[in-house]
């Protein structure tokens, strides 16, 4: 049974850097069958899609991220990391990784539970 | 970028009845188009993908249907289980891969 788990910390300060990791368990990230991607939810809203890597090296960003989003893959520990630069309040939401299943088609189909990041000083 | 318009923001129902939720495209995605479910607290759930193909474990009275810009997801039945946001997503064309704003479904 694949499982995502994302962690990292709960507090960013403005204007620093974002970090998460999202540890796979059950599959493994090298497959070139799959894409790993991140998603994200601020509170009380919708979902944005923040960018995806695909067998631990091509990655692809929501443009509107793009200048500050960084995603790479470790095969040695099974996960893959989202770096987010120079954060806001507006950055402040739940962070999910998710899975894209085998093929072209880019909708998720295994997420994990989810982490709250709030930017605040 | 291609945005999504879900309707209602919010659909009350009575548990036993039908639920019909929709979700437009800004211009056509054809049949590429996912639906989740997320309850308070949790992930969002794939529900649908291909517009019309349930996922693992999906009960039958889910359906969807559409294609081009216009897409139908419906629940036959509500059970209390299924009171929760269905989000809608476009996966033909990206970037970005964009989701709707969501519906909510509360009971009446």
């Known amino acids: 049974q694949l499982q995502l788990q994302e962690s990292g910390p709960g507090l960013v300060k403005p204007s620093e850097t974002l970090s998460l990791t999202c540890t796979v368990s059950g599959g493994s990230i090298s497959s070139s069958s799959y894409y790993w991607g991140w998603i994200r939810q601020p509170p009380g809203k919708g979902l944005e899609w923040i960018g995806s890597?695909?067998?631990?090296?091509?990655?692809y960003y929501n443009p509107s991220l793009k200048s500050r989003v960084t995603i790479s893959g470790d095969t040695s520990k099974n996960q893959f990391s989202l770096e987010l630069d120079s954060v806001t309040a507006a950055d402040t939401a739940v962070y999910y990784c998710?899975?894209?299943?085998?093929?072209?088609?880019?909708?998720?189909?295994?997420w994990g539970q989810g982490t709250l990041v709030t930017v605040s000083s | 970028e291609i945005v999504m318009t879900q309707s209602p923001a919010t659909l009350s129902v009575s548990p036993g009845e039908r639920a019909t939720l929709s979700c437009r495209a800004s211009q056509s995605v054809g049949s590429n188009l996912a639906w989740y479910q997320q309850k308070p607290g949790q992930a969002p759930r794939l529900l649908i993908s291909g517009a019309s193909t349930r996922a693992t474990g999906i009960p039958a009275r889910f359906s969807g249907s559409g294609s081009g810009t216009e897409f139908t997801l419906t629940i036959s039945s509500l059970q209390s289980e299924d009171f929760a946001v269905y989000y809608c997503?476009?996966?033909?064309?990206?970037?970005?891969?964009?989701f709707g704003q969501g519906t909510k479904v509360e009971i009446k």
């Open positions: 998710a899975r894209v299943p085998p093929g072209s088609s880019h909708y998720f189909d295994y």
């Open positions: 997503q476009q996966y033909n064309n990206w970037p970005p891969w964009t």
């Open positions: 890597i695909y067998n631990s090296g091509s990655t």
